[in-house]
């Protein structure tokens, strides 16, 4: 049983539960209140309860970890009720109006934000290594020219750890902070080739010229001009976009990433792992998913039978509703903000007014408000990317390369977290007992023979 611990005043608070199958009764300690009162016992303590000494002992049983905190962390706090989202304290109004995406980065991982030295030696490491080994190229030009860019984001992330097996050394910290710098450095110019690859455009390389995003926009956008020059409206959202999606507690892809990274295995592999968990239409690739729904409704019109489809449990309202925003997400209060400034340059489409309609009416029906479904970050975001000309499938890979920043943060945070162990959960058996193996079919047709692997 763990250590008892006590409460800032010294005492000692506990659940106290008496199993009524063997009378027996328990003290489980409840874990002093932490900085915003989250509070919890530990689920190690419940093992003790059992009716015979020689069984395993209680678990608990949280499918989808609803209930459950898999570590204690420093990084992102989230108020769902409140509708609140914090940066290392930072309220995110407050950096995604003043702040950088790099200086945001920095603060993630680092908990404070840098001082004016540290912060223009960041930003000339991250753009010192932007360049992507050549072979790279190679490796994306095997994709067919209609592949997913998500798919082939996933991939040349994990084909980037082959070129570091330094990265292996996770327990070095310079070694972990080169690979920190090189993924948040080349998760741009990755997705940026992604982009050029299923345009059948050259790829851009890097200029050194430019700040985090504009040169982002530049492997993306440019064509014969000698220099790109982006639109400021737009490196402006993109900034601020990247800022919004650079971390948010331990969501699918974080958990993912920190699952994975518990192997010790190297970052690339642990990014690209919540690369993939990303990929998914219920987490990042809502944004994606949002346009089709959009485009599937296709006139203001037709969106009171698309709502009563969607209550008919015929799909989802996609971009509305979240694990813990039980109230507005702040994000995507921010987001429809910059949409306005966005549509202001490239004029407001019937794709947005479809959008404002259906909020509208989905905020004032109660099935959605019964259930709590209010838009989430993604709900304007794809309108923000299209109208900047980014294909549809291309909006998750924006949300991977902002992303990149909270998985590092909490990639290396649940290193360097003593209580962390190689992450394994246990499960609730529900199979057959023994029974003996009798064959049901003949193994004539194994393949080669027992020469197979031998010619
Ligand atoms: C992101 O975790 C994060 O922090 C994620 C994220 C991040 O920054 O990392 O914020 C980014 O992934 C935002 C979410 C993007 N996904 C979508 O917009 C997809 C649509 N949303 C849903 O799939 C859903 O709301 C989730 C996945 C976001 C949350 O699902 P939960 O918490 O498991 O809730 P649930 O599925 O149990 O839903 C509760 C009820 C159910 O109805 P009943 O069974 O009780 O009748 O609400 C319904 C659901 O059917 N419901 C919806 C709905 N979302 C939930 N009904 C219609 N449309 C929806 N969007």
Redesign the pocket.
């Known amino acids: 049983m763990s250590k008892t611990e006590s409460n800032a005043a010294g005492a000692t608070s506990a659940l106290e539960i008496r199993d009524t199958r063997t009378g027996t009764s328990y003290s489980v300690p409840i874990m002093p209140p932490a900085t915003e009162g989250d509070t919890a016992i530990r689920a190690m303590d419940l093992r003790q309860i059992k009716q015979k000494p020689d069984e395993f002992g209680l678990m608990t049983y949280d499918p989808?970890f609803m209930n459950t905190a898999s570590c204690k962390s420093a990084i992102t706090f989230?108020d769902g009720d409140k509708g609140i989202l914090r940066y290392r304290g930072y309220p995110i109004e407050q950096l995604a109006e003043k702040a950088s995406f790099l200086e945001t980065a920095w603060l993630l991982r680092n908990g404070e934000l840098p001082t004016q030295t540290e912060y223009d030696d960041w930003k000339h490491q991250i753009t010192y290594h932007t360049y992507v080994h050549e072979n790279i190229k190679t490796f994306l030009q095997g994709f067919r020219y209609d592949a997913h860019p998500m798919s082939m984001l996933c991939s040349s992330v994990a084909a980037l750890s082959s070129f570091y097996p330094d990265a292996k050394n996770i327990e070095d910290p310079a070694e972990r902070h080169i690979s920190i710098v090189r993924l948040l450095a080349k998760l741009p110019t990755l997705a940026a080739f992604c982009f050029r690859h299923v345009k059948g455009l050259p790829f851009i390389y890097p200029d050194n010229d430019l700040g985090y995003v504009e040169n982002f926009l530049s492997m993306v956008a440019r064509m014969s001009e000698p220099k790109y020059e982006g639109n400021p409206a737009f490196v402006k959202a993109l900034e601020v976009l990247f800022i919004l999606?650079a971390d948010?507690?331990k969501?699918?892809?974080?958990n993912a990433v920190r699952a994975i990274g518990s192997s010790h295995v190297d970052p690339f592999s642990a990014v690209a792992g919540g690369i993939a968990a990303l990929y998914g239409?219920?987490?990042?690739g809502?944004n994606e998913?949002?346009l089709h729904m959009i485009k599937e409704i296709g006139d203001k019109k037709n969106i009171p039978a698309f709502i009563e489809s969607?209550k008919a449990?015929k799909g989802?309202?996609?971009?509305?509703?979240?694990?813990?925003y039980k109230s507005y997400?702040p994000?995507a209060r921010i987001v429809k903000k910059l949409a306005d400034d966005v549509f202001k340059v490239v004029g407001i489409d019937k794709d947005l007014e479809i959008a404002l309609e259906l909020e509208r009416i989905a905020l004032s029906d109660e099935y959605?408000i019964s259930?709590k479904?209010y838009p989430?970050?993604?709900?304007y975001t794809g309108l923000i990317y299209r109208s900047m000309a980014f294909p549809t499938d291309f909006f998750t890979v924006l949300f991977a390369v902002a992303?990149t920043a909270g998985w590092l943060a909490q990639w290396e945070e649940m290193l360097l977290d003593k209580e962390q162990k190689i992450a394994r959960p246990r499960q609730i058996y529900t199979g057959y007992g023994e029974r003996a193996y009798e064959s049901t079919i003949s193994h004539g047709g194994r393949g080669g023979g027992k020469d197979a692997v031998r010619k």
């Open positions: 989808a989230i999606h948010h507690e969501n699918c892809s974080t239409p219920l987490h990042g809502a998913a949002v969607v449990g989802k309202l996609m971009g509305f509703g979240h694990r813990v997400d994000r959605f259930r479904l989430n970050v993604d709900f992303r």
